[in-house]
């Protein structure tokens, strides 16, 4: 096993809670259109991109919508979204997820955001983060978001490790599963705590075993 010399973290519900703010910003668009959309649902969109979240909500739609309408809803929900997260502060920082960086840090590995969200950059503002990470490697850069490991392999690039020096910390499956596809091995948290392909498990970064994981 290569050592892990590289952690690349998730943002949305790995390091900050915005999950409420997506879903309450898609409810709003969802009951706009009429379109019916829950929680549960909800669920599906985690780690997924804009435009991709957007197709699974409009599963339930029953009209057909045009591109441009579509790039439309899609701007609306964004600006439902960004006018919620300017309200984030260090606050919404998740349990364990400060501690982490700080002892990453003093260990020497290198630490590195790679999130599917074109918000990053206004997001680690907010939370106070912005100059914390080696490398960020978010939705702005990429073309196919997660499951395709495009931004993991981006994060590990920029970091100057291969991807076999880097562990991803994740929430969604979809990550889990991009992180696997691009030679990483990979840390399941929160809704990815369940999940059997994961390398190791947590239910958050606070009930992690690093000295495990760093060991193994
Ligand atoms: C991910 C979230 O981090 O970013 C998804 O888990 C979201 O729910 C995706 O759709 C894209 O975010 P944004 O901020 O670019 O709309
Ligand atoms: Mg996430």
Known sequence: ???????????????????????????RMADEEGIAFDRTI??????????ESLAIILERADKQ??????AAMAARKNSYYVELIGSLTKNDILPGALCTLAMLKEKGIK??????????????????LADTFDAVADGNAIRNSKPDPEVFLLAAKLLNLPPENCLVVE???AGVQAALAGGMRVLGVGSAAANPNATFTAANLEKANFEMIFNL
């Open 1 to 27: 096993m290569k050592p892990i010399l590289g952690v690349i973290f998730d943002l949305d519900g790995v390091i900050v809670s915005t999950d409420n703010c997506h879903y309450l910003a898609w409810k």
């Open 65 to 70: 919508y045009t591109d441009e309408e579509k």
């Open 111 to 128: 630490i590195a955001v790679g999130s599917s969200s074109r918000n990053t950059p206004i997001i680690l503002k907010q939370i106070d």
């Open 42 to 51: 909800n669920e599906r969109l985690r780690g997924v991109s804009r435009m």
């Open 171 to 173: 929430d969604a499956d």
